[in-house]
């Protein structure tokens, strides 16, 4: 599996951990920066890593910042991009169960390293129920081709 990344500045250390922690599990990583935590502007590596998802390039995505919420915000601008802005377990697990996010987004500010990994484990390891979820979603990709 194959897994894009992308970030700010202030998700650069959360990701540089979640990075060595799925590689550690033998996923694939497509790291579309950024390589340092200087300032920089999430939309120039955010959108890339959406954009590998929407592509094939990746598999699923992660992207990080401060809060998390302007890199949803760009992910979701992106074609084919369900991104979900997870804050706990829980909220990862049913953005892939109900969602079927292929992207989530991450607050390096108010993520700790291990919160990270468990909140990844979870999105990873739930499984999409279909049903009235299908329906919905679909409703979102009819939206999205008008």
């Not at 194959?2 to 979640?18: N, P, Q, R, V, W």
């Not at 939309?43 to 910042?65: C, H, K, M, Q, T």
């Amino acid at each position: 599996m194959i897994i894009s990344l992308g970030t700010d500045h202030a998700g650069y250390g959360l990701k540089e951990h979640l990075k060595s922690y799925l590689a550690a599990q033998g996923l694939e990583i497509l790291d579309c920066g950024a390589d340092s935590p200087e300032s920089s502007d999430y939309p120039d590596y955010v959108i890339p890593a959406a954009e590998a998802v929407a592509s094939g390039r990746a598999d699923l995505g992660i992207v990080f910042g401060g809060s998390g919420n302007g890199e949803a915000i760009a992910a979701n601008k992106v074609k084919g991009i369900r991104c979900a802005l997870c804050w706990n377990v829980d909220s990862a697990h049913l953005a892939r169960q109900h969602n079927n996010a292929n992207v989530i987004a991450l607050g390096g500010r108010f993520i700790a390293p291990e919160l990270g990994e468990q909140i990844v484990d979870a999105w990873l390891a739930a499984t999409f129920e279909g049903g009235r979820h299908e329906r919905r979603i679909g409703k979102i990709a009819d939206y999205e081709n008008r």
